[in-house]
Structure formats: structure tokens, C-alpha cells
């Protein structure tokens, strides 16, 4: 199985912060790594796919890199709508695609 | 634009079995594969399996031997369902579009990678007597 490990579990920012978590997958998984905002009570919603494709809808704040093992979301400007928790998620794997514990961007 | 809804019961006793559907609207069943995706209150994600239109199959290996996932195109829709729960089974239950995409060219079939772009609302299922 291809394991997920996100940093931090938790990260304190204020408005208008660069904010940058990072993914790093227990074995190459090309660029096949998307992102996920989710917010409470809410279904996580996509936000970046391809490792570094912004999906369609998102703010252009929001920006994806890397490949193989290691990947990184940045927030450019933290914005207030922005405070959630953040999942990154493998696809490559045919047998399932598995989810990094997740980060919560709290207020500072 | 493609939505999704799960729908069952919201309690479910211990040692019986957890039944959910989800009906897919706005676009067909084909084509793509679909999955059950799960989150525990206050926890992480966790893939519990996905199904082709087709019918074929994939799960969590740590919930294969409970789950069953099956599909009905005809009413555009797909099923999950997990026996023997336990208290640990208690969590947001939610249907998504994805992980891949089939297709075919040129006399053969194949498949590519997707995220998880379309999401149910989640619906909570409790375990508990």
C-alpha cells in the first residue's frame, strides 16, 4: 500500500499569509496527487488535481507542485473563507487511492 | 452538472448490516468508476471502495472481507454495504465520482486516473443498540 503523510497536522496563519503544506507518498506516485479543502459539516471539495492543475472554480491563490514522492499546496494570501482542513490524496495506485491525514489551517 | 446523493438508514444496530445507496444525477453511470469513501467523527478520510459500471470491483483491503459494492445503471445508481458493524463503523458516509475513468480506443479498453471531483453530501451513519 502507498502511504500518505501530510506536515503539519496543524498550522496557526494570519490574512494574508503564505501558507505551504506538504505530502509526501511512501513510493513514487508520478504526478497523480490532488488536493482537497474540506470544512466542517461539508463534503471535501477539489481543489487542485495532477499534482499542480488548479480545478476549475478555484482561486488562483491556491497552487500545486512536485512529483514522484514529494508534493507541496500553497495558499499565496491566506484568505478568511481559506481556514478548513486540507487533504492530499493518491491516485495512482489501481488498487485505491489513499488520503494523507489531513491539515487544519487555523486562525492565528 | 453531475450530482450525487446517498441515502439509508442514519442508525444501524451493532452486528447488522450497513445498507446506503447513492443516485447519481445530472450525467450517466458509465464510463466512469465510483466509490464509498468514509470519515469517523473528528478523523481523516478513509477510501472504502470503488465499482465500474460494469460491475467489477476494488476494496480497502482492511474492509474487504465486510464490504460489498454493487451498481444498478439502470436507475443510475450504486450501493455500498458493510456487515458486521461495530462502533468503529459510526462515521460520514460519502459517494464520489472517481478514481478512474474508462475508455476505449482502437478495439481496446483502458482506464485513467482521477480524482475524486464529484461528491456527495455525506450522510451519517451511527452504530449503536
Known amino acids: 500500500d502507498i502511504q500518505m503523510t501530510q506536515s503539519p497536522s496543524t498550522l496557526s496563519a494570519s490574512v494574508g499569509d503564505r501558507v505551504t503544506i506538504t505530502c509526501r507518498a511512501s513510493q513514487s506516485i508520478s504526478s497523480w496527487l490532488a488536493w482537497y479543502q474540506q470544512k466542517p459539516g461539508k463534503a471535501p471539495k477539489l481543489l487542485i488535481y495532477?499534482?499542480?492543475s488548479l480545478e476549475s472554480g478555484v482561486p488562483s491563490r491556491f497552487s500545486g507542485s512536485g512529483s514522484g514522492t514529494e508534493f507541496t499546496l500553497t495558499i499565496s494570501s491566506l484568505q478568511p473563507d481559506d481556514f478548513a482542513t486540507y487533504y492530499c490524496?493518491?491516485?495512482?495506485?489501481?488498487?485505491?487511492?489513499?488520503f494523507g491525514q489531513g491539515t487544519k489551517v487555523e486562525i492565528k | 452538472q453531475v450530482q450525487l446523493q446517498e441515502s439509508g438508514p442514519g442508525l444501524v444496530k451493532p452486528s447488522e448490516t450497513l445498507s446506503l445507496t447513492c443516485t447519481v444525477s445530472g450525467g450517466s453511470i458509465s464510463s466512469y468508476y465510483w466509490s464509498w469513501i468514509r470519515q469517523p467523527p473528528g478523523k481523516g478520510l478513509e477510501w472504502i471502495g470503488y465499482?465500474?459500471?460494469?460491475?467489477?470491483?476494488n476494496y480497502n483491503p482492511s474492509l474487504k472481507s465486510r464490504v460489498t459494492i454493487s451498481v444498478d445503471t439502470s436507475k443510475n445508481q450504486f450501493s455500498l454495504k458493510l456487515s458486521s458493524v461495530t462502533a468503529a463503523d459510526t462515521a460520514v458516509y460519502y459517494c464520489a465520482r472517481g478514481p478512474r475513468l474508462g475508455y476505449c480506443s482502437g478495439g481496446s479498453c483502458y482506464s485513467t486516473p482521477i480524482p475524486f471531483d464529484y461528491w456527495g453530501q455525506g450522510t451519517l451513519v451511527t452504530v449503536s443498540s
Open positions: 490524496q493518491q491516485y495512482n495506485s489501481y488498487s485505491h487511492g489513499t
Open positions: 495532477k499534482a499542480s
Open positions: 465499482i465500474y459500471y460494469s460491475g467489477s470491483t
